[in-house]
């Protein structure tokens, strides 16, 4: 009698400790992966494979996807995305806070968008142009795209200091159809930030509509995240009822000292609405904030460090007090010296971080800024953290909730089909870490770290991240929302 042949795979993972990102409780197994999906997993005896490893006593979990990430020219400046993969990133969701590279051209980003790069890197008039510039850059990830709202007002008006005109918010609505048919998932906004704050609801509520009947959804940093975050919040559940479109709170926060506390209330606000709309939100696991440097932010802030300046570049990663100290200024005029510049807000409380981490079905999101001088350290750090810091040193929530924020909950919102779980024909997005050292290593005084613990990645069956380094590999796709 002859003997069944044995599996053989691509690559074979044993001795797994395997958190398939459902939420459910750990199980011990090996992993089957040929071409870009999962093959197998169960014992597989016999099982051989061109590429084996031993993951005994190793965590094996679904890539974890970023659900809130400014990596729009990251893909296209440096594909290798070691800052994200290095932490066990597979997948991103960039286009956030209203700022999308694409659809732009031959404009001078004004602040927040020129965090994205200068009027040389927003050349894509159309979001088709965009990714097929990514698909040439091959990322190391995959990336889906949102369609800024900021980057539709800067293209369609002559000044971005009053409401639309009919006209304007028609082109914008144009443009914004295409983005979607181009391959867009949603549309954000960022309406705390100058070129959308005199938007009116209505404006958002309009275009928010478009994207609805394309299927998409909508991202918001929301008008105000201090002390009036609760009629922001409130704001934002009225723009997805009245168009009827699935909202994302983004890197949901209380800031400055008068607000602090607030997310009692607006969890409760966010939690009641549940029940007839859908809400999700996301959080980076941090009590300070970075973005453009600005005059009216930083007295609500603790300190402020500022992370890149354009006149003056000597003074990133400096505190904002001393260069004032130095200079003998006031803020105002600090601050006008430096800009363009960016900067570090300490401006959040501990417990209200613990509160939005520990909310049902929070998703993970680093909001990292790849193009600062002197980042925030959750562009190297953020996922590292929750895991190692949050979960298991302080127990905030078991491993197998941490991993389910980072995979499946994402996966399920953004409508990623077949990543966020492992099982038998998903996509072979995959990293292997140590439960034991995971832990990030990017501090604010030195923020370009390799987190720790993070042993193994890999993105549709490929390797791309391997003992502390990157292999080279770039197999990372463009997603699309399945709604």
């Given at each position: 009698?002859?003997?069944?042949?044995?599996p053989?795979?691509?690559v074979l993972?044993t001795?797994a400790?395997?958190?398939d990102?459902?939420?459910?409780?750990a199980?011990?197994?090996?992993?089957g992966?040929?071409?870009?999906?999962?093959?197998?997993?169960?014992?597989l005896?016999?099982?051989?494979?061109?590429?084996?490893?031993d993951a005994?006593?190793k965590?094996?979990?679904p890539?974890?996807?970023?659900a809130?990430?400014h990596?729009?020219?990251?893909?296209?400046?440096?594909?290798?995305?070691?800052?994200?993969?290095?932490?066990?990133?597979?997948?991103?969701?960039?286009?956030?806070?209203?700022?999308s590279?694409a659809?732009?051209?031959?404009?001078?980003p004004?602040?927040?968008?020129?965090?994205?790069?200068?009027?040389?890197?927003?050349?894509?008039?159309?979001?088709?142009?965009y990714?097929d510039?990514?698909?040439?850059?091959?990322?190391?990830?995959?990336?889906a795209?949102?369609?800024?709202?900021?980057?539709l007002?800067a293209?369609?008006m002559?000044r971005?200091d009053?409401p639309?005109?009919d006209?304007?918010?028609?082109?914008?609505g144009?443009?914004?159809?295409?983005?979607?048919?181009?391959g867009c998932?949603?549309l954000?906004?960022?309406?705390?930030?100058p070129?959308?704050?005199?938007a009116p609801?209505t404006e958002?509520?309009?275009?928010?509509?478009?994207?609805?009947a394309?299927?998409?959804?909508?991202?918001?940093?929301?008008?105000n995240?201090?002390?009036?975050?609760l009629e922001?919040?409130?704001?934002?559940?009225?723009?997805?009822?009245?168009a009827?479109?699935p909202?994302?709170?983004?890197h949901?926060k209380?800031?400055?000292?008068?607000?602090?506390?607030l997310?009692?209330?607006s969890l409760k606000?966010?939690?009641?609405?549940?029940?007839?709309?859908?809400?999700?939100?996301d959080v980076y696991p941090?009590?300070?904030?970075s973005?453009?440097?600005?005059?009216d932010?930083?007295?609500?802030?603790?300190?402020?460090?500022?992370?890149?300046?354009?006149?003056?570049?000597d003074?990133?990663?400096?505190?904002?007090?001393?260069?004032?100290?130095?200079?003998?200024?006031d803020?105002?005029t600090?601050?006008?010296?430096?800009?363009?510049?960016?900067?570090i807000?300490?401006s959040m409380?501990?417990?209200d971080l613990?509160?939005v981490l520990?909310?049902?079905?929070?998703?993970?999101?680093?909001?990292?800024?790849p193009?600062?001088?002197?980042?925030?350290p959750?562009?190297?750090?953020?996922?590292?953290?929750?895991?190692?810091?949050?979960?298991?040193?302080l127990?905030l929530f078991s491993?197998?909730?941490a991993v389910?924020?980072m995979?499946?909950?994402?996966?399920?919102?953004?409508?990623?089909?077949d990543?966020?779980?492992i099982?038998?024909?998903?996509?072979?997005?995959?990293?292997?870490?140590?439960?034991?050292?995971?832990?990030d290593?990017?501090?604010f005084?030195?923020?370009?770290q390799?987190?720790?613990?993070?042993?193994?990645?890999?993105?549709?069956?490929?390797r791309?991240w391997?003992?502390?380094?990157?292999s080279?590999?770039?197999?990372?796709?463009?997603?699309?929302?399945?709604?």
């Amino acid at each position: 009698m002859t003997a069944p042949p044995q599996p053989h795979f691509d690559v074979l993972i044993t001795g797994a400790r395997i958190i398939d990102g459902s939420g459910a409780d750990a199980y011990a197994g090996n992993l089957g992966i040929s071409g870009d999906r999962v093959q197998s997993i169960g014992h597989l005896p016999g099982a051989t494979a061109e590429l084996c490893i031993d993951a005994s006593g190793k965590v094996l979990a679904p890539g974890f996807i970023d659900a809130h990430t400014h990596d729009d020219r990251a893909v296209l400046s440096g594909p290798l995305m070691v800052n994200k993969v290095s932490q066990g990133v597979t997948s991103v969701v960039a286009g956030n806070c209203g700022v999308s590279l694409a659809p732009l051209k031959d404009t001078d980003p004004p602040p927040p968008m020129n965090l994205l790069g200068d009027r040389e890197w927003y050349r894509f008039e159309r979001v088709a142009a965009y990714l097929d510039a990514v698909k040439q850059s091959r990322p190391a990830l995959n990336i889906a795209l949102l369609c800024g709202h900021s980057t539709l007002r800067a293209g369609s008006m002559d000044r971005l200091d009053r409401p639309a005109r009919d006209a304007e918010l028609a082109a914008m609505g144009e443009r914004l159809d295409q983005a979607l048919e181009d391959g867009c998932i949603g549309l954000s906004t960022g309406l705390a930030y100058p070129p959308a704050i005199h938007a009116p609801t209505t404006e958002v509520i309009s275009l928010a509509r478009r994207a609805a009947a394309h299927g998409g959804i909508y991202a918001t940093h929301m008008r105000n995240e201090g002390t009036r975050v609760l009629e922001s919040v409130d704001e934002t559940l009225r723009i997805g009822r009245e168009a009827a479109i699935p909202v994302v709170i983004s890197h949901h926060k209380c800031s400055g000292r008068e607000s602090w506390g607030l997310t009692r209330e607006s969890l409760k606000r966010i939690a009641r609405a549940r029940s007839t709309q859908s809400v999700n939100l996301d959080v980076y696991p941090y009590v300070a904030s970075s973005t453009v440097l600005m005059a009216d932010w930083a007295p609500g802030a603790e300190k402020v460090l500022v992370t890149w300046s354009v006149p003056h570049p000597d003074q990133a990663g400096r505190d904002l007090a001393d260069i004032m100290a130095e200079w003998q200024v006031d803020l105002a005029t600090a601050v006008e010296r430096l800009s363009p510049a960016g900067a570090i807000y300490f401006s959040m409380h501990e417990d209200d971080l613990q509160r939005v981490l520990g909310f049902n079905d929070t998703m993970i999101g680093s909001d990292g800024l790849p193009h600062d001088a002197q980042p925030h350290p959750r562009l190297w750090g953020t996922f590292p953290r929750v895991l190692g810091h949050y979960s298991r040193d302080l127990g905030l929530f078991s491993l197998e909730q941490a991993v389910h924020r980072m995979t499946a909950i994402p996966a399920r919102v953004f409508g990623f089909r077949d990543r966020g779980r492992i099982r038998v024909g998903g996509y072979a997005d995959l990293v292997i870490f140590d439960r034991a050292t995971v832990i990030d290593q990017a501090t604010f005084a030195s923020p370009k770290q390799i987190a720790a613990g993070i042993e193994q990645v890999f993105v549709n069956g490929c390797r791309v991240w391997t003992q502390g380094q990157s292999s080279g590999d770039r197999p990372g796709r463009i997603l699309r929302r399945d709604a």
